[in-house]
């Protein structure tokens, strides 16, 4: 195995007694092999990250300057990594660039980013400061549909307020967190930020591991509930971000024809496996047959292929049974009377290539629109009542975010105040940056990241009060 797919544990290349297959979703077929650590190996990088935090807790400059030079690693192979992106997501070799050069982003951000300090008192008696210190290390466990970006979200903030890291990426694609450990070696001290890779049961042992006091994840609501009960009996810390399942609610003065690229940008982005991306629609009665038509002719003309070929907008689904789920779900409600405005069946061939899918006739109750689908497939619900729609859309377990889509803009703008969400967008969906704090209501997550809410979420607050008596 090359030394750019080893882990790096304690600032070295590290290879394990093991190894399993990375699969390619264009093709189904096992297109590298990634490490999978043992425990002992997991050992070392926990002891490793807990070594390095005593030095680096104290060099903020210095921590400073590691981070901006990540962010010029990242701009200045985006491309390199790129590829090993769309290898293991599947994602188009140029989204899969931007999001190399989104964690460049993102890096630089936080980079600048400055640790809040109050003095809440300073007379005769005393003077009293809040201050954010660093947790010590910090276990980073991340899903497959933004691998090197998510993971990002977590280091930037975890290393800039002091932390050490252990991370460890998704079975799914495990190769771009391999290569940004690999990349990361010459620019941080060693120990500081570790990367791991194996199966599901390698972030089990890290979430009961005793050394991190702090778990960032970011997954399926499932599998967030398992690391919360998992860091209870040792009261780490969690920050979870979990699933959602997105409404888009139209307004009924909203114009689908200016409005549908928009919407059908914020449901298919990335093939639909974006946590926060649209993935109920919901249409006043007026509107509903041009809303489904204008997202159908949308579908029809996108260009689905291998994320390697030129042109194409969407890659395939990135694993196997991601796309049984997505299949089975869109089967479930075509069975249950549901029409398909466009596609609604897998691609002929190799791979795991799903028709854009867009159906119409459906409603809640219905699975595809109850549970987050995270695949190319978007149900359009009718409504006739706006505050109907509101607790449609709000009933559900899930908070992640949701858009309202109106001509008038303050109108739209108080429709989404009503949303049970972290996000509420108006006329757009999507749009997330690095200093806007994102995270979930209810069963979406615990916590948030970005901004300077996620990077105090990486830090313990202490009061240090100084008597003047
Ligand atoms: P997943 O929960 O199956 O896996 C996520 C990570 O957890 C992987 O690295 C996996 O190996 C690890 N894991 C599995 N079992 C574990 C356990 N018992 N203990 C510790 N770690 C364990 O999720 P996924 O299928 O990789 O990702 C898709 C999900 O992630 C979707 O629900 C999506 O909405 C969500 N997601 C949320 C956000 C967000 O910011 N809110 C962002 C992206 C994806």
Redesign the pocket.
């Known amino acids: 195995m090359s030394d750019e797919f080893s882990m790096t544990i304690d600032g070295r290349a590290v290879d394990a007694p093991g190894t399993f297959g990375v699969i390619d979703p264009a093709t189904g077929e096992v297109a590298e092999q990634a490490p999978d650590a043992s425990r002992e190996q997991l050992d070392a990088a926990m002891n490793s990250a807990r070594a390095a935090y005593a030095a680096w807790r104290r060099d903020e400059s210095a921590r400073r300057e590691a981070l901006l030079a990540a962010a010029e690693l990242m701009f200045a192979r985006s491309e390199e990594i790129g590829r090993v992106i769309t290898l293991e997501q599947g994602k188009p070799l140029a989204d899969a660039t931007m999001e190399v050069v989104a964690a460049g982003v993102w890096l630089k951000y936080f980079a600048g980013l400055e640790l809040p300090v109050e003095v809440i008192q300073d007379d005769d008696n005393a003077r009293v400061e809040v201050l954010r210190r660093p947790m010590g290390v910090v276990a980073a ?6 691998p090197l970006l ?1 993971a990002t979200w977590k280091i930037a903030p975890a290393l800039l307020a002091g932390n050490t890291m252990v991370l ?4 799914f694609t495990p190769l771009s967190s391999l290569k940004l450990g690999a990349a990361l070696r010459d620019v941080l001290p060693p120990g500081v930020l570790n990367v791991v890779t194996g199966g ?1 049961e390698l ?2 042992w ?2 009961s591991h005793d050394v991190p006091r702090k778990i960032s994840f ?6 967030g509930k ?2 919360a009960a ?1 860091a209870a009996p040792d009261l780490k810390r969690v920050t979870l ?4 399942n997105d409404p888009a609610i139209l307004l009924d003065d909203a114009d689908p024809a200016a409005v549908a690229d928009k919407l059908f940008g914020g449901a298919f982005q990335n093939n639909g496996q974006v ?1 926060s991306a649209i993935k109920r629609v919901y249409a006043p009665d007026a509107l509903y047959d041009d809303v489904v038509d204008a997202l159908a002719e949308r579908a029809k003309a996108a260009k689905v292929g291998p994320g390697t070929q030129e042109g194409v907008q969407y890659g395939p689904i990135n694993n196997e049974p991601q796309f049984e789920r997505v299949r089975e779900l869109v089967a479930d409600a075509l069975a249950g009377g549901a029409r398909a405005a466009a596609g609604g069946a897998p691609i002929d061939g190799p791979g795991y290539f799903f028709q854009p899918t867009i159906l119409a006739d459906v409603s809640d109750g219905t699975r595809i629109v109850d549970e ?1 689908q ?1 695949g190319p497939a978007l149900p359009v619900v009718r409504y006739s009542d706006l505050d109907e729609a509101i607790d449609r859309a709000n009933g559900t377990h899930f908070g ?1 975010s949701g858009s309202v889509w109106s001509a008038d803009a303050d109108r739209a703008a108080e429709v989404a105040g009503r949303l049970e969400c972290g996000t509420a967008w108006v006329n757009t969906h999507l749009a997330l940056a690095p200093n806007q704090p ?1 995270g ?1 209501f209810k069963w ?2 615990l916590g948030v990241e970005n901004g300077t809410w996620g990077l105090q979420a990486f830090t313990e607050l202490q009061v240090v009060h100084r008597s003047k008596l």
């Open positions: 466990i991340t899903p497959w549909n933004f998510l460890k990426p998704s079975p599901d972030g089990a890290m979430t970011t997954g399926s609501v499932a599998t398992r690391v998992a971000e979990l699933g959602g946590c987050e995270f992640l994102f979930g979406s997550g």
